[in-house]
C-alpha cells in the first residue's frame, strides 16, 4: 500500500501485506488530514498499481476530556456502555438562557463542519451551538421517550482565530412539552476540515474598467454579505485575490448567487498558474452576458485534480 499526503503527486510506501491480504487498517494518519492510497501489487509479470482513493481523516473530541463549565448545574460524567467512549458528561441546567461550555483544543484555522454525538433522554432540553456571541447552529431537541444516543450535523463553523483553544458553548433555548427538565448531555465533538473559506466581499474585490462593485446585505449568503456587479460585456471581469499560506494541490469551490439576469463566466487563475510573491493567488471571473454575481471562495485539499 502506498500513501500521498499532498493530493497524490508523491507517494511513500506505508505497508506491505501478504498475498491474499484484503484489508488494512491505517494507524499512523493526523487529524484533519486528507490521505491518498493505490494498492501496489506484484505478480510473477511484473508491478500492477490501482485507481487512487482519496479519504479525510477527522478530529474528535471525548466530551468527557474536555475543559467544561456551566452557568449552573454540575456536570456529572457517566460511565455508559453505548457511549463512543464508555462515558459521556451530563449536566442539569435550570432553563431557557442557561448554558454548558467546553474548550477544544483546534489545531488548525479554517472552516470545519462540526458533529456531535449526544446521550438522548426523557428529561432532555433543546439548545444552539453559540459562537462569538451568534447562533451557529439549528436547534437541537435532546429529548427522547427512552435513553439512547444521536448524533447531529451542526453545520460549518468557521475559525479565523489563530488560537488552538476554541469555546463550544451550548445554550438553552427550551424543551420538549414531554420533556421533564433540561438536561444537556454530549458524548463526543468530531470535527472535519472542510478547507479555508475566503468571503468574497472581503477579498479585494476588483472590476474591469467602468464597472462597479458593491457588498449588499443578503440574509442567505454565508458571511451575511455579498460580492456583485453588474457588467457590460463579454471580456469585463470580477477579480478577488486569496491570501494561500502554503504552495500545494488545490480543489476551489465557488458558492455564488444565481438569478435571472445571470450570465455565464469562468474562473481562471493568474496566467500561467502560479504561486506569486506575497503568497496571494488571483482568480477572475469573465462575463459573457450581463452578470451580478456574488460568491465566498472555499480552498480545501485536491482529491483526484489540480487548478
Not at 472535519?192 to 466581499?201: K, P
Request: charge should be positive; include cysteine.
Amino acid at each position: 500500500m502506498i500513501r500521498s499526503t499532498d493530493g497524490g503527486s508523491q507517494f511513500v510506501q506505508a505497508n506491505q501485506s501478504p498475498a491474499g491480504t484484503t484489508t488494512w487498517d491505517d494507524t499512523s494518519r493526523t487529524p484533519l488530514t486528507t490521505y491518498c492510497y493505490k494498492v501496489r501489487a506484484k505478480s510473477g509479470a511484473g508491478y500492477a498499481t490501482s485507481n487512487m482513493a482519496c479519504v479525510e481523516t477527522p478530529l474528535t473530541f471525548e466530551a468527557e476530556d474536555q475543559a467544561r463549565s456551566a452557568s449552573d448545574g454540575a456536570i456529572a460524567v457517566i460511565s455508559d456502555t453505548t457511549a463512543s467512549a464508555g462515558k459521556y458528561t451530563k449536566v442539569p441546567l435550570a432553563g431557557v438562557g442557561s448554558w454548558v461550555e467546553y474548550l477544544l483544543n483546534t489545531p488548525l484555522t479554517g472552516t470545519f463542519d462540526v458533529k456531535v454525538r449526544m446521550a438522548t433522554g426523557p428529561d432532555r432540553g433543546r439548545w444552539r451551538l453559540q459562537v462569538d456571541g451568534k447562533y451557529a447552529s439549528m436547534e437541537i431537541d435532546g429529548y427522547a421517550a427512552q435513553p439512547g444516543n444521536k448524533e447531529v450535523d451542526l453545520g460549518e463553523n468557521q475559525d479565523r482565530q489563530h488560537r488552538r483553544t476554541k469555546a463550544f458553548p451550548l445554550l438553552v433555548t427550551g424543551k420538549d412539552t414531554q420533556s421533564t427538565g433540561y438536561v444537556i448531555a454530549m458524548d463526543a465533538f468530531t470535527l472535519f476540515n472542510v478547507g479555508l473559506r475566503y468571503e468574497a466581499e472581503n477579498s479585494g474585490p476588483v472590476v474591469s474598467t467602468d464597472d462597479s462593485e458593491t457588498n449588499p446585505t443578503d440574509t442567505t449568503a454565508s458571511n451575511g454579505k455579498i460580492a456583485a456587479t453588474t457588467l457590460d460585456a463579454v471580456g469585463d471581469f470580477l477579480q478577488f485575490t486569496l491570501y494561500v499560506p502554503a504552495p500545494g494541490r488545490y480543489q476551489v469551490l465557488l458558492r455564488y448567487k444565481t438569478g435571472p439576469d445571470r450570465g455565464a463566466f469562468q474562473a481562471p487563475w493568474t496566467t500561467p498558474p502560479t504561486w506569486v510573491q506575497r503568497s496571494t493567488l488571483t482568480a477572475r471571473r469573465l462575463a459573457t452576458s450581463r452578470e451580478s454575481l456574488a460568491s465566498s471562495i472555499s480552498r480545501r485539499p485536491a482529491r483526484t485534480r489540480s487548478r
